[in-house]
């Protein structure tokens, strides 16, 4: 048969609409036209790649598939070539057509809150929108730049409220918050308020002095209620590289509410910091390994991007609406590499996620849009009706979101260990925390403080002294009744990793002084 070549935006279309087997009436049907969409965004690309390099044309063989053809040259490829003239105005204007098309379905129709997989799929086009916008700067004109961009910065807006904050001209959109992020920068983000603010004096004690970590540090906070300015001045005068964000100053707070979300505030730090890679940790988070050592030698984080950490495998079978709820959502979706190995997910287990820590790379498109997902199901109608009653808290919008925004992340090997006390007789590890380890097997962070139960007693430090993975855990009846776990790997804690904990509690005190002092001076 005849081999065809492509030579207009159209023809790219229809090529590769044969070889995807797909009717070209089908595409009349709203379901399909993301699928046009995509395609369209392909075949400009296509069209500028045959410019720049005939070799690599799209050609029809006339059965329904496509293929490539090489034509040869005698031209030397590496020579370098005069500038090229800018894309066809018609293929342009057809990409800024379906762009738009498209654009006004999202707003025109938008989704309930109910569907966390749709909105993953309409992500999905977002970011082929975004990605095929790069791959076109330098082949368009900036008038059209500019109306590709600005487009894209209106659907992300109709989907997002959020990010459009009224009191923040500089402010406004999706490309200006991706612009206000500073590129190759790293740092750790602590959200918190008066609730929590004396465990957040704790953790960056335990990040300066204890583990000598460098890294920039954001406190993050809702609102001078949240966190008085007096409370921040305390927090910044602890050691230099320590800022204060407030995120009603980020975000429009109306559709968000976090003067009262509590968990809610956890996505928001990550999204609006300044850092391109952020540490996220709960206040009462305490490291055992500087952060320094996740961002820059772990690998699994490194590959995807994303690094997220286990909770404990507790109540099988006894969350069922949850988990027939997540099935529907992912119902049209392919799994990732860390959902298929999920056991909670395919074992029937309540709680996947402990998001006390949280490593994410905003540099890489795909986990920016998930986290922008996982905002989403943090906003208040969401929250209130579906995030916080399929699961508890903030954990589980986490991996969902870049589950469902097709992003790639990476989870622990394992699941959530136990840091506290040996019981010889019994062969237990009891405490009130939750354990967890670096590629190594070796502790990296456990959550609880550095009180041996923050509920019970608020003076009592403990430092642990064993700890065990992949056992049988025993939950106590409460928050105040110890946990214990059996039948796994026990082993005894390191004297380094006691010393750590060591001065991490003996500047806790330190600080508990400075703190009882400020307090009451204040009162």
Not at 180 to 209: E, M, W
Request: aromatic share 10%.
């Amino acid at each position: 048969m005849p081999v065809r070549r492509c030579t207009t935006v159209r023809d790219c279309c229809l090529v590769m609409i044969a070889g995807l087997g797909v009717n070209r009436s089908r595409l009349l049907h709203i379901r399909y036209r993301f699928l046009f969409c995509a395609l369209a965004l392909v075949a400009i690309l296509t069209l500028t790649q045959q410019r720049r390099n005939p070799r690599g044309a799209i050609a029809s063989d006339g059965r329904g598939g496509s293929h490539r053809i090489l034509q040869t040259t005698s031209k030397d490829p590496y020579e370098s070539s005069p500038p090229k003239p800018p894309i066809h105005s018609n293929g342009l204007t057809y990409l800024l057509q379906t762009v738009s098309t498209t654009s006004t379905y999202f707003t025109d129709y938008p989704l309930p809150a109910s569907e966390f997989g749709k909105m993953g799929k309409r992500l999905q086009v977002l970011r082929d929108w975004i990605e095929a916008s790069q791959g076109l700067s330098h082949h368009v004109t900036p008038e059209s730049e500019n109306i590709l961009r600005n487009q894209i910065d209106q659907t992300a807006f109709s989907m997002f409220p959020f990010l459009h904050n009224p009191s923040q001209p500089s402010f406004t959109s999706f490309s200006h918050m991706r612009k206000k992020i500073k590129p190759k920068s790293k740092g750790i983000v602590i959200p918190t308020g008066q609730k929590t603010f004396r465990y957040a004096c704790h953790l960056i004690g335990n990040l300066r002095d204890a583990l000598g970590s460098k890294l920039p540090i954001e406190i993050v906070y809702a609102g001078n209620a949240d966190l008085p300015s007096s409370h921040r001045d305390f927090i910044t005068g602890l050691g230099s590289d320590i800022a204060m964000v407030d995120v009603l100053q980020v975000f429009n707070d109306t559709p968000l509410d976090l003067q009262h979300g509590g968990w809610a505030i956890k996505t928001f730090a990550a999204l609006g910091s300044q850092y391109e890679q952020v540490v996220v940790l709960d206040a009462d988070a305490i490291l055992l390994q500087a952060p320094e050592t996740i961002l820059d030698g772990h690998k699994g984080y490194q590959s995807t991007g994303a690094l997220l950490f286990h909770d404990r495998l507790l109540w099988q079978g006894q969350f069922k609406e949850r988990h027939k709820w997540w099935e529907q959502q992912l119902e049209h979706h392919t799994p990732s590499v860390a959902l298929v190995k999920s056991r909670v997910y395919n074992e029937g287990y309540a709680e996947e996620c402990d998001s006390g820590l949280v490593v994410l790379d905003k540099s890489r498109l795909p986990v920016l849009l998930g986290l922008i997902h996982s905002c989403w199901q943090n906003t208040k109608e969401v929250r209130d009706v579906w995030t916080y009653k399929m699961g508890y808290g903030d954990k589980e919008s986490w991996w969902l979101g870049l589950e469902l925004s097709g992003a790639e992340y990476t989870f622990e090997d394992h699941y959530g260990g136990m840091l506290g006390s040996m019981n010889p007789e019994k062969n237990k590890v009891c405490s009130f925390t939750i354990a967890h380890f670096d590629e190594q097997d070796d502790l990296l962070w456990y959550n609880g403080s550095l009180l041996k139960n923050k509920l019970r007693n608020a003076t009592e430090f403990d430092i642990p002294t064993h700890y065990m993975l992949d056992g049988e855990w025993e939950k106590g009846a409460t928050k105040q009744h110890m946990s214990c776990m059996k039948r796994g790997d026990f082993k005894e804690t390191s004297q380094e990793e006691k010393e750590i904990v060591r001065k991490s509690i003996a500047k806790a005190k330190d600080l508990d002084a400075q703190i009882e002092q400020f307090t009451t001076l204040e009162g």
